[in-house]
Every structure is written in structure tokens, then in C-alpha cells.
């Protein structure tokens, strides 16, 4: 059991998107994923790229929000244990938190991490064809290597924004959204192709 090429190119844009590395010992770790039941098609998707190393297929689970009164449904699965997923939980995390790696740029190379991230944390908006990745918590060090990385490897120019004073973002403006798009449309899943420009 290891990872081809493909799929750790696809994990790769997952763990910079919503996904959690658990460790598992000193040396392995397991992925684990979670999405809400109005994104089945999507987590189908990374449980059948990846299907030699999960656990099962994603199960149906709900959870209740005492604070809002509501009843949430999300699809979850996991990975087995294995050292692959060690290796990037060791790149990945540091006390526990997820980081930036200092050589993110020789990691974060091929248009698919790039869709799968953008898949994730990634929303446009058709009205003024401007696109955004919304960040985790990083330090501004680790969002420069991220736009670096960017630049570096994709031709990629996004400014760093902050949206209702606490998200920060990747913005990429007209042009930058357009050239974003180009790279990643390939990889995008029919159900999420809203996500994408209508007319470059």
C-alpha cells in the first residue's frame, strides 16, 4: 500500500484545504475527511482516488448544535494508518498545528493539488470574476511562502486580503482568477463547476 503520483498530488491540495492528518504513533498517521451532506459527490470523489488506502467508504453522520438548535449532516471517512501519511503529518504539522512547510514550493507543483484546494477552500464570485482561497491560521511568513510558491510554480500573482476583519484570503483579481481557472478547470468535478468562470 502506497500512493502513486497522482494521489499524493491530490493529498497534497487536501491537506492545504480541509483535510486532518491524525498521527498515529511515532511514524504513521491517517487522513481523515469530513464534508457536509450537500458535498457527497465531492468526498465520493477523494474516497475513490484514494481507495486502496481508506478504511471504508464515507458514512452518513449528524451532529446536533445545541447553540443553534440544529441538526448538521456530514459524510465522513478515513484513511488507514500507514508511514506516507506520517511522513506528511511530520511536513504538514508542527506541535499538533498545520503549517506551511519552508519548502512549499518544490511540494505545491501540480495543477491538480492546486484544483483540489481550490475545491475546498476555494469560492468565486461570477459578479466581478475575482476568485478566493480562504487561509487556515497562518502566520504571514507561511502565507508569503504560499504565494511564492504560487508565483514560482504557476505565474500566479494573488494579494492577501482580509475579509470581515478576521478571514484571511488569497485574492486573485480579474486576470489572476482567469489564468487560476485555466490551470485547474481540467481537474474540477462536475459538481462543483460552479466554481468556475462561466466564459474566460
Not at 19 to 26: L, S, W
Not at 45 to 71: D, G, H, V
Not at 101 to 119: H, R, T
Not at 125 to 150: G, K
Request: glycine share 4%; with cysteine; proline share 4%.
Amino acid at each position: 500500500m502506497g500512493f502513486n503520483k497522482r494521489q499524493k498530488e491530490i493529498v497534497i491540495g487536501m491537506i492545504l484545504g480541509d483535510a486532518f492528518i491524525q498521527a498515529t504513533g511515532k511514524n504513521n498517521a491517517r487522513l481523515r475527511l469530513e464534508h457536509s451532506s450537500k458535498q457527497k459527490d465531492y468526498i465520493f470523489w477523494k474516497y475513490n482516488e484514494l481507495k486502496n488506502m481508506m478504511q471504508s467508504a464515507p458514512k452518513l453522520l449528524k451532529r446536533y448544535n445545541p447553540i443553534w438548535k440544529t441538526t448538521y449532516h456530514y459524510y465522513r471517512c478515513q484513511s488507514l494508518s500507514s508511514p506516507e501519511f506520517g511522513k506528511l503529518r511530520r511536513l504538514f504539522y508542527e506541535d499538533g498545528k498545520k503549517i506551511i512547510p519552508e519548502d512549499i514550493v518544490s511540494i505545491l507543483k501540480n495543477p491538480i493539488s492546486l484544483a483540489v484546494w481550490y475545491m475546498d477552500d476555494g469560492y468565486l464570485y461570477q459578479r466581478d470574476r475575482s476568485a478566493y482561497i480562504y487561509l487556515s491560521l497562518f502566520q504571514d511568513e507561511e502565507i508569503n511562502r504560499l504565494r511564492s510558491a504560487l508565483e514560482s510554480n504557476f505565474s500566479l500573482k494573488p494579494t492577501i486580503l482580509v475579509k470581515k476583519q478576521k478571514y484571511r484570503c488569497l485574492y486573485f483579481n480579474v486576470d489572476e482568477a482567469k489564468k487560476l481557472i485555466s490551470l485547474i478547470k481540467p481537474y474540477i468535478i462536475p459538481s462543483l463547476q460552479y466554481k468556475l468562470l462561466l466564459a474566460l
